[in-house]
């Protein structure tokens, strides 16, 4: 137990000093390797089997495919498409930048991407229309949190691939709550302009629907048809992995020729150097994890949980495992991969259902982008407003607040999350 106490301590020492996740992972896990006695060959053997895993191959194919559709400029068609649905609206940039998060980030599946892709259009568009620039980075990055949710996930693959939950279960569990948390966002937009005067952004047009809607129209089609053919069993997740790879390389360069064919290789070195980070965190991660259970910590969690937990009901202990994954959150990033390994023996000891909680799990993964010390969404989109990240954080408390508000109703309501897969697995 004392290898293990000084190995978490050793991961979070080095994270606060800004080391690396992988070099701070590789010496947490070395550290409780050999403090702990076991042998030293099991390590590569852990790492090597946790990467093995059939569910991670979609990974490495939608993290592609987002790439391609990134640097194929899709986020242009998408924003100037949202700009026709909801930009007449008062707050109206603000209510785009929502929208466009909710079509682009269910293209790329990750929050950062959504943030790369995105807010470097929204930020300036909404600073040149006098939104202040804090508010321009706090409305992009909790919008942001909305691409996690609706399929592709990159987040949720990382979670069935160590909990064996189905992939595309997960994938169908988020659409429902990424899209009530997308409208709930621009019900506070609404609010919020309102109480502030943000005004309108042009006037509602038909034709300008028709004519962005025709532009955009093929950019929908790699969500619609991963979404509909998991739903009705046409292909597996790591299928539709392979295919949105493809049909990406189709609009960008042969549709919309926004990507020339010899830019490919960059797009694909681009693409493998992502895969190949996120895979090493994600296989010292499974290192450590096992390392851990090992040394009984998951038992030892149970019992904590056990006595912070008021009355004995679900819903008591899924709040207390949510608050741990947010606090651990605010200093990790990945956080499924390093987190969930440690406390899934946790769950399964509860009968908790997995497929709720990798809901719960990936709401908590973007509450924890918002939040200092580390709150990685707010330095990207402080750095393209250059405004400092905890104007932002004040600036952004109500659309936090909203996400801790919206992550206690799914928890109360589990059927946000799986009445959609139980109707259609």
């Not at 702990?36 to 990467?51: A, H, K, R, Y």
């Not at 006595?307 to 606090?327: N, P, S």
């Not at 982008?369 to 109500?398: C, E, S, W, Y």
């Amino acid at each position: 137990m004392t290898s293990a106490l000084i190995a978490i301590a050793s991961l979070l020492g080095l994270l606060i000093l800004g080391v690396p996740m992988v070099a701070a992972l590789l010496v947490a896990v070395a550290l409780n390797f050999y403090l702990g006695g076991q042998w030293g060959m099991m390590l590569p053997q852990t790492m090597v089997s946790g990467v093995s895993q059939f569910t991670l191959l979609a990974l490495p194919l939608f993290v592609l495919a987002g790439v391609i559709m990134n640097a194929g400029g899709i986020s242009g068609r998408l924003f100037e498409f949202a700009r026709a649905l909801v930009g007449w609206m008062r707050g109206g940039l603000a209510q785009v930048n929502v929208l466009t998060s909710m079509f682009f980030g269910g293209m790329i599946g990750s929050s950062t991407a959504d943030l790369a892709g995105s807010s470097s259009i929204l930020i300036p568009a909404m600073k040149r229309e006098g939104y202040p620039g804090d508010v321009a980075a706090a409305v992009s990055a909790s919008s942001c949190g909305i691409g996690p949710l609706i399929p592709p996930s990159s987040p949720m693959i990382l979670y069935s691939a160590i909990t064996g939950t189905s992939l595309g279960a997960l994938f169908l569990a988020g659409l429902i709550p990424g899209i009530l948390l997308g409208l709930t966002f621009m019900v506070l937009v609404m609010f919020l302009a309102w109480r502030r005067g943000w005004r309108r952004h042009g006037s509602l047009s038909g034709w300008d629907i028709l004519r962005s809607g025709r532009r955009a129209s093929l950019a929908f089609g790699m969500p619609a048809i991963i979404v509909g053919g998991l739903a009705f069993g046409v292909f597996t997740p790591s299928e539709a992995g392979a295919f949105a790879v493809v049909y990406a390389i189709l609009v960008s360069v042969f549709a919309y020729r926004t990507l020339h064919l010899r830019e490919l290789y960059r797009v694909f070195v681009v693409g493998l150097q992502l895969t190949g980070e996120l895979l090493i965190i994600v296989s010292l991660s499974f290192a450590l994890g096992a390392s851990l259970s090992s040394a009984h910590v998951p038992q030892i969690l149970a019992s904590v949980i056990d006595v912070l937990t008021i009355g004995d009901g679900m819903f008591a202990r899924l709040l207390v495992l949510v608050i741990l994954a947010v606090l651990a959150g605010m200093f990790l990033d990945p956080l499924i991969p390093v987190l969930v390994p440690v406390i899934l023996p946790t769950l399964l000891f509860y009968d908790a259902d997995l497929l709720h909680f990798g809901v719960l799990m990936v709401m908590s993964v973007v509450i924890g982008q918002l939040t200092p010390p580390l709150a990685i969404a707010l330095i990207i989109t402080g750095r393209i407003a250059g405004v400092d990240q905890m104007r932002i954080f004040v600036t952004n408390l109500p659309f936090l607040l909203t996400l801790v508000a919206f992550t206690l109703v799914l928890m109360a309501f589990p059927g946000i999350a799986t009445w959609l897969p139980s109707i259609t697995q």
